[in-house]
């Protein structure tokens, strides 16, 4: 029987003080540390942990430290197509790749980097190395975004790029996206991050919620679509009814990366509610959210 990634983590975290002696004669007696396993051995046990792990074993002693350092140990947790992923979000003299370690290497993809004139933002999970996006309102095709009497740009903290697209009223709401982008191999899933409402701050920094404008949503639902070059396309449809003030993700659908598509992946995805028979307002558009399907339940320390 094998052993499990957890039990061995918690074998090599908790160093004892003394091991059991060996015995190899009747009169000498060895004592095996956990800082005499070669550097090599380490390092090949913390390709298979997660990064965590590995920083937390780095903490256990010397050896421990210099093996978490070995750059195939954090070859492994970074995409397949990184130099591709530097190659489209950092400029030249940014990012130098020649004679940085791998260690820094993730460290620096894990820090969120704004491109695409800040209208996009990208970054590794720290803990999975799994890609994560977002895309703000600003990078969106909005119907009719520069006529005031629709909509207005708001400045606020509560949005993931400091400001959010607000809806006054409307007939025709559509939204559209595009993203072009070198996505691992994967399944990810793709979110608009929405609020119904106006959140505004009163004194001593009390939060309140304006929702005079908010109507039609519950007359006919908003429809959801996701697509990519390859011919992938998911179609979803919900009525937005959720209490006004609260800051939601609507799962627009899935797209999935595969070896065969590696390279730079093409996305098109939109929001919309086309019935002319009403108007419909009071909705605030921050941003699109793409985390690996995987992984999707960290949108909760988004909200």
Not at 105 to 113: E, F, R, V
Not at 124 to 143: A, E, H, R
Not at 171 to 179: A, K, P, S
Not at 233 to 240: D, E, F, G, I, V
Request: one cysteine or more.
């Amino acid at each position: 029987m094998g052993i499990g990634k957890k039990s061995l983590f918690s074998f090599l975290a908790h160093r004892p003080r003394r091991c059991d002696p060996v015995e190899v004669s009747s009169s000498s007696e060895m004592e095996i540390r956990l800082g005499d396993l070669p550097e090599s051995c380490l390092a090949m046990v913390m390709m298979h942990l997660d990064p965590p792990q590995v920083c937390r074993l780095a903490m256990v002693n010397r050896a421990f430290r210099s093996a978490s350092d070995a750059d195939f140990v954090w070859e492994s947790k970074l995409p397949m197509n990184y130099g591709d992923v530097i190659d489209r979000v950092f400029k030249e003299e940014e990012f130098v790749c020649e004679g940085s370690s791998k260690r820094d290497i993730y460290s620096k993809l894990c820090t969120p980097k704004f491109f695409d004139e800040g209208t996009k933002k990208v970054w590794l999970d720290k803990s999975t190395g799994k890609t994560c996006m977002l895309v703000s309102s600003n990078g969106l095709s909005i119907t009719g975004i520069n006529d005031r009497r629709y909509w207005t740009r708001i400045p606020t903290d509560e949005s993931m790029f400091s400001s959010v697209a607000y809806l006054r009223q409307i007939w025709w709401f559509e939204v559209d996206g595009e993203i072009d982008f070198p996505f691992p191999p994967g399944s990810y899933s793709l979110f608009f991050r929405l609020q119904l409402g106006r959140s505004q701050r009163r004194r001593f920094g009390r939060r309140s919620c304006k929702s005079e404008h908010v109507h039609g949503w519950d007359k006919k639902p908003v429809i959801f679509q996701v697509s990519t070059q390859e011919g992938q396309t998911t179609t979803k449809q919900c009525y937005l009814k959720e209490e006004p003030g609260k800051w939601i993700h609507c799962h627009a659908g899935d797209f999935s990366v595969t070896n065969s598509s590696f390279g730079s992946t093409k996305i098109k995805f939109s929001m919309t509610q086309t019935d002319c028979t009403h108007t419909k307002g009071g909705l605030c558009v921050d941003s699109v959210v793409i985390y690996p399907r995987e992984n999707s339940e960290m949108l909760r320390v988004l909200n």
